[in-house]
C-alpha cells in the first residue's frame, strides 16, 4: 500500500514548480531592465537561487508539514514571528489578484475593443476577482483540469513569443542594443528596482517539498525537481524576455501591456492570432491565482488554527477547505479594485504587484536567518537532505541571498534619488509596506491575546545561536 501511494515521480515535481512558478506577467516587468537583465538572470540564479532551492530542500524534507514557511520560522523564533511571516505571505495574494485584476481588464480591453470606462472596468475585476474565489476554494481534484490546461497555455505563449523574436530578428533585426556592452549590468536606480521581478519569479520552490511524503526518494528528488524546475523556468522567462527585447525599445515596454505589445509589434496588426494569445493570455492570470489559492490559503488556516492569525482565517467548508481565507482575499482584492480609479498612480498595475512582490520578498526574509538557526539549535536533528558546506559556506549561502532580497526590497519601494517620477512610482508602494506590516502587527496581536501558550517571542539572531 505504501509503494502504491507514492507516486509523485521526479517528473510530476518538475512540472508542478514549472506550472506553479512560472508567472507569464512577471516577463514584461523584468524585460524592463534592458538587455543587462540576461546578466541579472545568470547572476541572481548562482547567487540567490542555488542556495535558496537548497535551503528549501533541507528545511522541506526535515520540517516536514502543511505550515511550510510558517511552521520554520515558529520552530526558529517563536509563534509571533511565525504570524508576521503568516500575515505577509497571505497579504501578498489579494494584492497580486488585484494587480492581475486590473491586467485582465486591461488586457480585455485592447484584444476585444472594449473602451470601457473606470467603472465598466472595476465592474469587470470584480467578476475576475470572485470567479477566482470561488474556483479556489474548492477541492484540487475537481481542478486539475484548470492546472492542466494552463501548463499549456503558459508554454505555447512563452514559445510563441520566443520564436517570433527570432524570426524578426533574422528578417528586421532587434529593437535594442544587443552588442556585448549592453549585456553589462547598468548600476541605476531604475534598473536595480526591477531586480525584485527577477527573485520573485524563482519564489515558491518550498512548495515541492511539500510533496516528500509522495515520494520513493525524496533525499534526491526533491533538490533534483528544485534545480531542474529553477533552470527550466530561468530558460522560459529568459527566451520571453529576448522575445520582448527584439521587438520593443526597453524605454517603451510597459510593465503591464509589454508581452502582448510585443506580439503585435512582431506580428504587425492585431490579427487572429494575437487575439488568441491575448485570450490563453487572460486564462493565465485566472489560472494563476486558483493555483496559487490552496498554497497561501493553507498557510494562513494553518497559522489560525496554532492562534497566530484571527479565526476566522481557520473556517473551513464540509470538504476542509479553507474557504474563510479565500473569502478574505476576495474582500481585499475587492477594496483595491474599487479604490484603484482614485490612486493618483497611472500604472495601478504595477503599483499593486510592486506592493504584492515586496510584501512576499518580506516574508522570505524570515526564511534564511530560520535555517540558520534550526542549524545551530538543532544539530541532532535527523535531516533526509542537507545542504551541503562547512560553516563559513553555510553562512555564505544564507546571508548572501539574504542581503540580495533585501537591497532588492529598499529599490522598489525607497525612492533614492529624490526625483519626482520615482517619488510618485515608490511611495504608494512605502507606503503600502507600512501600512500593511502596522495592520499585520496589530492582527498578529489580537490572534495572540488569548493565547496563553505563545511564547515570549525571540528576537532573530544575526549569527543564527540561541
Not at 107 to 116: Q, R
Not at 139 to 161: C, D, G, Q, R, V
Not at 352 to 368: E, R
Request: charged share 15%; hydrophobic share 55%; glycine share 6%.
Amino acid at each position: 500500500m505504501s509503494k502504491e501511494k507514492k507516486k509523485f515521480r521526479l517528473f510530476d515535481a518538475v512540472l508542478m514548480s514549472v506550472v506553479v512558478i512560472l508567472v507569464v506577467e512577471s516577463a514584461a516587468p523584468a524585460a524592463a531592465i534592458g538587455t543587462s537583465q540576461f546578466f541579472w538572470w545568470i547572476f541572481l540564479l548562482i547567487l540567490f537561487f542555488l542556495p535558496y532551492g537548497l535551503i528549501s530542500s533541507e528545511l522541506g524534507t526535515t520540517y516536514a508539514g502543511d505550515g511550510g514557511l510558517y511552521d520554520w520560522v515558529k520552530q526558529a523564533f517563536g509563534k509571533r514571528w511565525g504570524g508576521r511571516l503568516a500575515w505577509l505571505y497571505w497579504i501578498n495574494y489579494p494584492i497580486w489578484m488585484a494587480s492581475l485584476a486590473v491586467l485582465f481588464a486591461q488586457v480585455a480591453d485592447t484584444i476585444f475593443g472594449l473602451h470601457m470606462n473606470n467603472w465598466v472596468s472595476v465592474a469587470l475585476q470584480l467578476v475576475f476577482v470572485w470567479f477566482v474565489v470561488i474556483l479556489g476554494n474548492k477541492p484540487i481534484s475537481e481542478s486539475k483540469w484548470i492546472m492542466n490546461l494552463a501548463a499549456f497555455a503558459k508554454i505555447f505563449t512563452i514559445l510563441s513569443l520566443a520564436i517570433l523574436g527570432i524570426y524578426v530578428a533574422a528578417t528586421k533585426g532587434v529593437a535594442n542594443d544587443f552588442s556585448p556592452k549592453a549585456f553589462l549590468p547598468q548600476m541605476n536606480v531604475n534598473s536595480l528596482s526591477n531586480l525584485s521581478v527577477i527573485i520573485f519569479n524563482f519564489l515558491g520552490f518550498e512548495v515541492v517539498a511539500t510533496m516528500a511524503d509522495d515520494m520513493d526518494d525524496p533525499k534526491k528528488q526533491i533538490p533534483k525537481a528544485i534545480i531542474y524546475g529553477g533552470i527550466l523556468i530561468a530558460f522560459f522567462y529568459l527566451i520571453s524576455a529576448f522575445g520582448m527585447s527584439v521587438a520593443v525599445p526597453t524605454n517603451k515596454l510597459s510593465a503591464s501591456s509589454g508581452l502582448l505589445d510585443s506580439f503585435i509589434l512582431m506580428i504587425g496588426n492585431m490579427n487572429w492570432f494575437v487575439v488568441l494569445i491575448g485570450v490563453l493570455f487572460l486564462y493565465i492570470l485566472a489560472s494563476e491565482m486558483i493555483s496559487w489559492a490552496l498554497g497561501v490559503n493553507y498557510v494562513a488556516d494553518y497559522a489560525a488554527k496554532d492562534n497566530v492569525l484571527p479565526k476566522v482565517f481557520g473556517k473551513e467548508d464540509k470538504n476542509g477547505m479553507p474557504v474563510g481565507t479565500g473569502y478574505l482575499n476576495g474582500v481585499v482584492a475587492s477594496i483595491l479594485v474599487v479604490a484603484a480609479p482614485l490612486i493618483p498612480n497611472q500604472n495601478i498595475f504595477w503599483a499593486f504587484f510592486s506592493l504584492n512582490v515586496v510584501a512576499l520578498l518580506l516574508s522570505y526574509t524570515m526564511m534564511f536567518p530560520a535555517f540558520l538557526k534550526l542549524r545551530s539549535s538543532d544539530p541532532d536533528r535527523e535531516r533526509p537532505f542537507k545542504v551541503p558546506g562547512g560553516r563559513v559556506m553555510i553562512q555564505l549561502m544564507t546571508w548572501i541571498p539574504e542581503i540580495l532580497i533585501v537591497a532588492t526590497i529598499i529599490f522598489t519601494a525607497v525612492p533614492l534619488n529624490g526625483s519626482e517620477d520615482e517619488i510618485s512610482t515608490k511611495m504608494p508602494i512605502l507606503i503600502g509596506i507600512i501600512i500593511s506590516a502596522v495592520v499585520g502587527e496589530i492582527v498578529v496581536r489580537y490572534a495572540n491575546r488569548n493565547n496563553n501558550d505563545v511564547e515570549t517571542e525571540a528576537v532573530p539572531s544575526l549569527a543564527g545561536k540561541e
